[in-house]
């Protein structure tokens, strides 16, 4: 070979690799995960198998420091590429314009007639934009003990007045009451179910209609006049409405597919699961979120949205959840999903359709950590009127 040849060759190979390593991008990734069979490794090299020149560099950053870490990152000009994020982060993040709008690259994704109904929307930012792409969720539905309604011969109840009836038919005080109310901390998704399905919303004059008042009256008057819910409920948190349904001290209870394989451990086919209850023609239930975002400072946003998007698809997006213990976001996985049994899968599905998220404020925050809590359990034994709490409810949300 003459040199010439030669010299034209290294020239062209030189090039070659200088192209290669231009394109040569790393994705650095931030995520949360608790459970120690952590699938992460596993699913990045697969995704670097599958995408020579991209490189992944997963962090899984401690839950209690998890969105500190995040917004010192961002200030400080030193965040990941993509990382997991709540829909309460969502307005903040907004606000210091740090996330890439995704919408364009949602609808060109193939893999987007796979997500299960009405996630997007859940995810949509105040401002009509997509920002996040779901990658896990629950949602709330009814528990109800299977071996007690079989005894009283009922039917897992569909709508308000079915369930009242059946919780009065199935109360056997002080022995077993119909219905396990969290009147404590994080109680505000069970009441939602009761009281946000039948119009009352958060926000001026949305608590303090005439309708919105009685729907609150009626689930005050199941632990005062029916008696129907156990006397402790003013206090009762996750873990006394979970042991107390699992004991059969109560009949339903509400939560969502994250207690489903600790109820069957404790009582196996004596436990089973509907959505909640149709209530005044409306139906309402908590959405618990979790998705994925990509960062507008990244310098690498085509290779970070390729590995968000490689999550959230099909056999991956359900090895990742393995992990986490909450559901897929895909149709393909749901209808194969082995983790919980399918009860309360079919459960969880079918509610998705109602599902809702609060308004994301600094209002909601104060009603979901501090001031739901202490008016309910004031209504509850007598010291304020439903009519007070949720002038009090409202209040936070007049400015």
């Known amino acids: 070979m003459s040199y010439f040849k030669k010299l034209t060759m290294g020239v062209a190979i030189g090039a070659m690799l200088a192209a290669g390593a231009a394109q040569a991008e790393t994705v650095r990734f931030w995520y949360h995960f608790d459970n120690p069979e952590n699938p992460m490794a596993d699913l990045v090299a697969k995704f670097e198998t599958a995408n020579p020149g991209i490189t992944i560099e997963a962090e899984n950053v401690p839950w209690n420091s998890y969105y500190d ?3 010192t990152s961002l200030v400080g000009g030193n965040a990941p590429d993509a990382a997991m994020v709540k829909l309460f982060a969502q307005p903040r993040l907004v606000e ?55 005894q009283a011969g009922l039917k897992p109840p569909a709508t308000c ?3 009242r009836d059946a919780a009065i038919k199935l109360t056997k005080a002080p ?9 404590g901390k994080g109680g505000w998704d069970q009441w939602g179910a009761f009281v946000l399905s039948q119009g009352a919303e958060l926000k001026p004059g949305g608590l303090t209609s005439d309708k919105a008042v009685a729907a609150n009256q009626w689930l005050i008057d199941l632990f005062q006049k029916d008696k129907v819910i156990p006397p402790s409920a003013p206090n009762d948190g996750f873990q006394e409405i979970t042991g107390a349904f699992k004991s059969g001290k109560t009949a339903m209870t509400i939560h969502h597919i994250g207690s489903s394989n600790d109820m069957v451990k404790a009582l196996g086919d004596k436990v089973s699961a509907v959505p909640v209850p149709e ?11 979790e998705s994925l975002a990509v960062f507008s400072a990244s310098e690498a946003k085509d290779a970070a949205w390729k590995w968000i998007s490689f999550l959230a ?3 991956n ?55 739901w809590q202490i008016n309910m359990q004031q209504a509850l034994t007598g010291q304020i009127t439903s009519k007070q709490m949720m002038e009090q409810l409202e209040g936070l949300f007049a400015q």
């Open 313 to 315: 698809e099909g056999e």
């Open 161 to 163: 007045d079915e369930f």
């Open 96 to 150: 210091m314009g740090a996330l890439e709008p995704i919408g364009e690259r949602i609808d060109a994704w193939p893999a987007k007639a796979d997500l299960l109904d009405n996630l997007l929307e859940l995810n949509k930012a105040q401002d009509g934009q997509h920002y996040y792409l779901p990658i896990q969720y629950v949602a709330l539905y009814l528990y109800y003990r299977a071996d007690l309604f079989e």
């Open 69 to 71: 870490t995040l917004y």
């Open 317 to 371: 997006n359900v090895a990742f959840n393995k992990a986490t213990g909450q559901m897929t976001v895909t149709q393909s996985g749901a209808a194969n999903w082995k983790l919980h049994e399918r009860r309360f899968v079919d459960a969880t599905v079918n509610s998705l359709p109602f599902a809702k998220v609060l308004p994301q404020n600094t209002a909601t925050s104060e009603f979901v950590n501090t001031a």
């Open 175 to 183: 022995d077993t009451y119909g219905f396990g109310l969290r009147g």
């Open 279 to 289: 209530c005044g023609g409306g139906h309402w239930t908590s959405y618990g979120d």
